[in-house]
């Protein structure tokens, strides 16, 4: 049986902050969980086979106008709900319960003081801290609730209706501010939904292979390669799954990382037993992006002819009349959800779009294999490994899809490219030499320049931004604390050897309110 089938968790997805954090901790706990709309119906949720839902956060009030509701029917299910603020909310009026607008707000830290015998509670102390972010409150809890827990501010700080499966906390068991809230959440899906940990690597692969297959039956399949780790998954996964029925196509748009281009052919070539194309397309793309200066065209333009591309190649690879019908490709989770949330109705706000997310141009139609499309970074990389790829591809620097034409602020020509591909492979090299560790680092040149002195007399060129970042899932990051003898190092190898720099500057911007990259 699909392991998937047998323990699957639902978050329903009201606008939450930590949304997609929730999908994360349950997956953390070997359960397999996935985020859908709010306003999914209890049909769509009884033929997703669901073992269990979690209603988020959100941002709204429950009696705002145009507020995000839900299916009561829902409830009627007979599968465990688990509500989080506005879930916790949304549970109790939908049930009859009263939600009310309190004079103090809770943000933050507070103390909880919790009833004996909860089952949500197992194993975490009376009196434990929680993380807040709610004005509103449950001032009446529905018919067969009981209360739980209280702070001194809100009287109904979580609540229950053990018979019928129903639990909601007014805090954020999901979020690491929570100490205990992990506990919560094994002690909703192992004792209270009766689920079992089987979202594990072996079973990711069991299930991968065979769906590709299932999909693909014996028709010919293209795969996108940039050399990167989500498409070498890709790679790996389809390889093993279909063998010589797929051609991996990597397009050089000329965009790369100093030297990136000769070494993505290497390992494909020399370490795979892959069919290997590569692709020069450097001079196309310099002509489609010559003087383009917003981020989200350049976006669209990479994406559209990447399809281009692609097709292209395809159609070289037509035989007997039979087209290539199937591209694969590395999306992963994060990808969708910053473009707009596309496996989710586009119910989340587009941060930005992903070269592999953009629509299909007139003429070019593929159908999509995307087996990492619901996995967070770290994951894929964990599945790298069981499948034994090696670790300078597992734990190769993450790098866009359009490539360095969004770390270059404005637009792209021939010297900001060259300028900032040294500049770039400076930073990776003394990072790299310090033994420093970070998630991610590069280097961005901006759309200004600034005044400097070279050889005694005024240099008008350009800054270089250094950007690094520690993260788990890429949905939030940190930036590291870097050794102050490390940065000067790099500032001066870049403003000596880098011709066009006068200055370097380091990025202490977060995500949020940043993103990974600048563009």
């Avoid at 399949?221 to 989500?230: A, E, F, K, R």
């Amino acid at each position: 049986m699909d392991q998937k089938a047998s323990a699957k968790v639902l978050v329903l997805d009201f606008g939450a902050q930590y949304g997609q954090l929730i999908a994360r901790r349950v997956r953390d706990l070997n359960v397999y969980s996935e985020i859908v709309p709010c306003d999914i119906s209890a049909d769509e949720i009884r033929e997703m086979n669901a073992s269990a839902l979690i209603l988020s956060g959100g941002p709204a009030s429950v009696y705002a106008e145009d507020a995000p509701s839900i299916d009561p029917a829902i409830f009627d299910l007979g599968l465990p709900v688990l509500g989080f603020c506005y879930g916790h909310q949304i549970t109790a009026v939908t049930l009859g319960g009263k939600v009310g607008h309190s004079e103090v707000g809770e943000y933050g830290r507070a103390t909880i003081t919790r009833t004996a015998g909860a089952k949500l509670f197992n194993s975490t102390p009376m009196e434990q801290t929680v993380w807040m972010s709610h004005r509103d409150a449950v001032t009446e809890v529905p018919d067969g609730f009981v209360i739980t827990s209280h702070t001194d501010i809100c009287p109904v700080a979580s609540m229950e209706d053990a018979e019928r499966g129903l639990y909601a906390t007014q805090f954020h068991p999901e979020v690491r501010h929570t100490p205990h809230g992990n506990q919560m959440l094994a002690n909703f899906l192992f004792d209270i939904c009766g689920l079992e940990k089987s979202w594990t690597m072996d079973s990711i692969i069991e299930d991968s292979i065979a769906a590709i297959r299932e999909q693909v039956g014996d028709s010919r399949v293209i795969l996108g390669l940039s050399g990167g780790v989500d498409s070498s998954v890709v790679a790996a996964l389809v390889s093993k799954a279909i063998g010589d029925q797929v051609t991996c196509v990597f397009v050089n748009h000329g965009l790369l990382r100093k030297d990136e281009p000769e070494q993505v052919e290497e390992v494909f070539t020399k370490q795979f037993d892959v069919d290997f194309i590569h692709v020069h397309a450097e001079d196309r793309y310099a002509e489609l992006l010559a003087g383009v200066t917003e981020p989200e065209e350049k976006r669209r333009i990479i994406g559209t002819q990447f399809w281009k591309e692609f097709f292209a190649v395809a159609q070289q690879l037509e035989t007997d009349g039979k087209p290539v019908k199937y591209l694969a490709q590395g999306t992963i989770y994060p990808d969708i959800i910053e473009s707009g949330a596309r496996k989710t109705d586009g119910k989340t706000a587009t941060i930005k779009s992903h070269h592999n997310l953009i629509p299909f141009p007139d003429g070019v139609h593929f159908d999509l294999i995307e087996p990492l499309d619901h996995f967070f970074k770290d994951e894929v990389r964990a599945l790298g490994l069981a499948l034994g790829l090696p670790a300078h591809i597992v734990f190769r620097q993450p790098f866009p899809g359009p490539g360095l034409a969004i770390r270059i602020i404005g637009a792209v020509d021939k010297e900001k490219l060259e300028i900032l591909k040294n500049a770039d492979a400076i930073v990776r090299e003394e990072m790299e030499a310090a033994g420093v560790g970070a998630w991610q680092y590069f280097a961005v040149v901006p759309d200004m320049r600034a005044t400097g002195v070279r050889d005694g007399v005024r240099a008008y060129e350009w800054p270089a931004i250094i950007r690094a970042i520690n993260t788990v899932d890429v949905m939030t990051a940190e930036v590291p604390e870097l050794d102050w003898e490390l940065l000067k190092r790099m500032t001066d190898r870049i403003t000596h050897e880098v011709p066009g720099i006068c200055r370097v500057c380091y990025d202490l911007t977060p995500k949020p309110v940043g993103t990974v990259e600048w563009e």
